[in-house]
């Protein structure tokens, strides 16, 4: 879940500012981070779910941890090597957009799954419609002393996600004990019943 793509002119814009890179330059970084992103995606994330068995929260949290470091290694970065770094530290950034609608399928009725799928999808294609010219804005204003600013705040905007998969992961932490004492009263109360229909059926 990212407020812009890494393709953006801005990156590169910030990129051939700090770096001197050519759009060629630009272009080798971006397919490298395509790759790795795809990569994730198709192998990362199937052995954190199905593997290590992580809560889906979990994925999140680390997710989110991951787009945070990311965006923080490429908004200090000094030297071309280390965006190249920060694609491997974002390997997992793409995983609460994932997570979410793994989340959602299944909380939400079966019936409703594509109506609720589809407003998320558009809601997510807003998204560009009103960052875009927000960060441009910010980085006109901020070019001359810190042009990274538009790096941080995405960065930020990954706390605050992380912040609301803990808070998800506190509830259903909360709410597993309720569950796991109403099974267990389930069970007692079939035992005793399986107790008591033998003995009356004898009298």
């Given at each position: 879940?990212?407020?812009?793509s890494?393709?953006?002119?801005?990156?590169?814009?910030?990129?051939?500012?700090?770096?001197?890179?050519?759009?060629?330059?630009?272009?080798?970084?971006?397919?490298?981070?395509?790759?790795?992103?795809?990569?994730?995606?198709?192998?990362?994330?199937?052995?954190?779910?199905?593997?290590?068995?992580?809560h889906?929260?979990?994925?999140?949290?680390?997710?989110?941890?991951?787009?945070?470091?990311?965006?923080?290694?490429?908004?200090?970065?000094?030297?071309?090597?280390?965006?190249?770094?920060?694609?491997?530290?974002?390997?997992?950034?793409?995983?609460?957009?994932?997570?979410?609608?793994?989340?959602?399928?299944?909380?939400?009725?079966?019936?409703?799954?594509?109506?609720?799928?589809?407003?998320?999808?558009?809601?997510?294609?807003?998204?560009?419609?009103?960052?875009?010219?927000?960060?441009?804005i910010?980085?006109?204003?901020?070019?001359?002393?810190?042009?990274?600013?538009?790096?941080?705040?995405?960065?930020?905007?990954?706390?605050?996600?992380?912040?609301?998969?803990?808070?998800?992961?506190?509830?259903?932490?909360?709410?597993?004990p309720?569950?796991?004492q109403?099974?267990?009263?389930?069970?007692?109360?079939?035992?005793?019943?399986?107790?008591?229909?033998?003995d009356?059926?004898?009298?």
């Amino acid at each position: 879940m990212k407020l812009f793509s890494d393709s953006s002119p801005l990156i590169y814009y910030l990129t051939r500012l700090k770096f001197g890179w050519t759009e060629q330059d630009f272009t080798v970084w971006v397919s490298i981070t395509s790759i790795t992103s795809s990569f994730a995606t198709l192998c990362v994330m199937p052995l954190l779910c199905y593997k290590l068995k992580l809560h889906d929260t979990t994925i999140g949290i680390i997710g989110s941890l991951s787009g945070f470091a990311c965006n923080l290694v490429r908004t200090f970065a000094t030297h071309p090597w280390m965006f190249y770094l920060s694609t491997g530290i974002g390997l997992v950034s793409y995983g609460p957009s994932i997570i979410i609608r793994s989340f959602l399928s299944k909380i939400i009725p079966s019936d409703e799954l594509g109506s609720v799928f589809s407003m998320l999808a558009s809601l997510e294609a807003c998204v560009p419609l009103i960052t875009a010219p927000v960060f441009t804005i910010v980085y006109e204003k901020t070019i001359n002393y810190f042009p990274a600013a538009i790096l941080l705040i995405s960065g930020i905007m990954f706390v605050f996600i992380m912040i609301h998969f803990l808070i998800v992961f506190v509830l259903v932490r909360m709410g597993t004990p309720d569950i796991q004492q109403s099974s267990e009263n389930d069970e007692t109360i079939s035992i005793v019943d399986n107790e008591v229909i033998p003995d009356n059926s004898e009298v």
